[in-house]
Protein backbone atom coordinates (compact mmCIF):
# COMPACT_ATOMS: atom_id res chain seq x y z
CA UNK A 1 0.00 0.00 0.00
CA UNK A 2 1.53 3.38 -1.21
CA UNK A 3 0.55 6.22 1.53
CA UNK A 4 1.06 9.73 1.16
CA UNK A 5 1.55 13.06 3.06
CA UNK A 6 -0.43 15.94 1.48
CA UNK A 7 1.24 14.97 -1.88
CA UNK A 8 4.47 15.42 -0.84
CA UNK A 9 5.78 12.19 0.06
CA UNK A 10 5.05 9.33 -0.84
CA UNK A 11 5.85 6.27 1.34
CA UNK A 12 5.20 2.22 0.71
CA UNK A 13 3.73 0.41 3.41
CA UNK A 14 5.38 -3.26 3.16
CA UNK A 15 3.87 -6.63 4.09
CA UNK A 16 3.32 -7.21 7.82
CA UNK A 17 2.75 -3.17 8.53
CA UNK A 18 -0.20 -1.57 8.80
CA UNK A 19 -0.64 2.40 9.09
CA UNK A 20 -1.19 3.03 12.46
CA UNK A 21 -5.20 5.21 13.64
CA UNK A 22 -5.28 8.02 15.69
CA UNK A 23 -6.00 6.30 18.28
CA UNK A 24 -2.72 4.61 18.37
CA UNK A 25 -0.54 7.59 17.17
CA UNK A 26 -1.96 9.05 21.08
CA UNK A 27 1.04 8.86 23.36
CA UNK A 28 3.47 9.11 20.64
CA UNK A 29 5.55 12.13 20.91
CA UNK A 30 4.75 13.54 17.51
CA UNK A 31 5.87 17.00 15.93
CA UNK A 32 3.63 19.37 16.59
CA UNK A 33 1.92 20.88 13.32
CA UNK A 34 3.51 18.94 11.46
CA UNK A 35 2.13 15.77 8.85
CA UNK A 36 2.87 12.17 9.42
CA UNK A 37 2.70 8.56 9.02
CA UNK A 38 3.14 5.62 11.36
CA UNK A 39 3.28 2.42 10.18
CA UNK A 40 3.91 -0.73 12.49
CA UNK A 41 4.35 -4.02 12.49
CA UNK A 42 3.60 -5.62 15.76
CA UNK A 43 5.44 -8.99 14.88
CA UNK A 44 8.73 -7.49 14.29
CA UNK A 45 8.20 -4.36 17.00
CA UNK A 46 9.09 -1.48 14.54
CA UNK A 47 7.70 1.51 13.79
CA UNK A 48 8.46 4.11 11.57
CA UNK A 49 7.30 7.63 11.32
CA UNK A 50 7.67 10.04 8.52
CA UNK A 51 6.59 13.63 8.54
CA UNK A 52 6.46 16.60 6.38
CA UNK A 53 6.91 20.07 7.88
CA UNK A 54 7.41 23.76 5.99
CA UNK A 55 9.13 26.30 7.02
CA UNK A 56 9.29 30.11 6.16
CA UNK A 57 11.57 31.30 3.23
CA UNK A 58 14.57 32.85 5.44
CA UNK A 59 14.99 29.57 7.62
CA UNK A 60 14.88 27.45 5.06
CA UNK A 61 17.87 29.60 2.96
CA UNK A 62 19.75 30.14 6.49
CA UNK A 63 19.67 26.93 8.02
CA UNK A 64 21.01 23.37 6.49
CA UNK A 65 20.32 19.52 6.60
CA UNK A 66 23.45 19.59 9.20
CA UNK A 67 22.03 22.44 11.53
CA UNK A 68 18.63 20.24 11.02
CA UNK A 69 19.76 16.87 11.96
CA UNK A 70 22.05 18.67 14.56
CA UNK A 71 18.90 20.48 16.20
CA UNK A 72 16.89 17.48 15.78
CA UNK A 73 19.00 15.34 17.37
CA UNK A 74 19.07 17.54 20.74
CA UNK A 75 15.52 17.47 20.75
CA UNK A 76 15.37 13.78 20.78
CA UNK A 77 17.70 13.92 23.52
CA UNK A 78 15.83 15.99 25.24
CA UNK A 79 12.68 14.13 24.84
CA UNK A 80 14.23 10.73 25.56
CA UNK A 81 16.60 12.08 28.52
CA UNK A 82 14.39 10.03 31.21
CA UNK A 83 14.45 6.72 28.74
CA UNK A 84 18.15 6.08 29.33
CA UNK A 85 18.65 7.66 25.74
CA UNK A 86 22.60 7.08 24.41
CA UNK A 87 23.66 8.97 21.25
CA UNK A 88 25.53 6.38 19.10
CA UNK A 89 26.71 7.79 15.78
CA UNK A 90 25.78 10.59 12.84
CA UNK A 91 24.13 8.97 10.05
CA UNK A 92 24.51 10.16 6.17
CA UNK A 93 21.99 7.94 3.91
CA UNK A 94 20.10 9.24 0.21
CA UNK A 95 16.42 9.47 0.47
CA UNK A 96 15.48 9.93 -3.19
CA UNK A 97 18.47 11.14 -4.43
CA UNK A 98 18.65 14.34 -1.44
CA UNK A 99 20.98 14.13 1.49
CA UNK A 100 19.79 12.79 4.43
CA UNK A 101 21.53 13.40 7.53
CA UNK A 102 20.75 12.28 11.51
CA UNK A 103 21.68 9.85 14.02
CA UNK A 104 21.28 6.29 15.69
CA UNK A 105 20.28 5.85 19.49
CA UNK A 106 19.50 3.65 21.87
CA UNK A 107 16.94 3.54 24.80
CA UNK A 108 15.07 2.01 26.93
CA UNK A 109 11.16 1.58 27.89
CA UNK A 110 9.58 -0.59 30.15
CA UNK A 111 12.61 -2.80 30.43
CA UNK A 112 12.83 -3.36 27.03
CA UNK A 113 16.01 -2.29 25.15
CA UNK A 114 15.33 -0.12 22.00
CA UNK A 115 17.03 1.26 19.21
CA UNK A 116 16.40 4.16 16.82
CA UNK A 117 17.54 5.92 13.79
CA UNK A 118 16.18 9.59 13.02
CA UNK A 119 16.95 11.29 9.42
CA UNK A 120 15.93 14.83 8.05
CA UNK A 121 15.71 15.66 4.20
CA UNK A 122 15.59 19.34 3.40
CA UNK A 123 13.90 20.57 0.01
CA UNK A 124 13.85 23.83 -0.48
CA UNK A 125 11.70 25.09 2.25
CA UNK A 126 10.13 21.50 2.93
CA UNK A 127 11.66 19.00 5.71
CA UNK A 128 11.54 15.69 5.70
CA UNK A 129 11.66 13.23 8.80
CA UNK A 130 12.37 9.93 9.35
CA UNK A 131 12.26 7.78 12.54
CA UNK A 132 12.59 4.36 13.36
CA UNK A 133 12.36 2.38 16.35
CA UNK A 134 12.13 -1.07 17.49
CA UNK A 135 13.88 -3.75 19.97
CA UNK A 136 17.85 -3.78 20.35
CA UNK A 137 18.01 -7.60 19.69
CA UNK A 138 16.32 -7.31 16.07
CA UNK A 139 18.58 -3.75 15.47
CA UNK A 140 20.09 -5.32 12.00
CA UNK A 141 17.34 -6.61 10.65
CA UNK A 142 15.07 -3.65 11.66
CA UNK A 143 17.50 -1.45 10.10
CA UNK A 144 17.38 -3.26 6.78
CA UNK A 145 13.51 -3.06 6.92
CA UNK A 146 13.82 0.85 7.86
CA UNK A 147 16.56 1.27 5.01
CA UNK A 148 14.49 -0.76 2.37
CA UNK A 149 11.75 1.27 2.96
CA UNK A 150 13.50 4.45 2.83
CA UNK A 151 14.90 3.42 -0.94
CA UNK A 152 11.39 3.60 -2.25
CA UNK A 153 10.40 6.71 -0.63
CA UNK A 154 9.73 9.61 -3.25
CA UNK A 155 9.62 13.20 -2.53
CA UNK A 156 7.66 15.42 -4.89
CA UNK A 157 9.53 18.77 -5.61
Not at 3 to 31: A, V, W
Not at 54 to 76: D, F, H, P, Y
Not at 83 to 102: C, E, H, M, P
Request: proline letters at 2%.
Amino acid sequence: MRLSIDNRLYMDCPEGFHELTEEEKQGMNLTPGGKVICISDPVRHIVITAGWTKVNELTAWLVGTRELAWNMSRQIEKNMKKFSYVWLDNVKRTIDGQAARGHDYEYVVKDINMTGESLVVKIDENLFYFHMYARKARRDDSLKVFHDILDNVAIAE
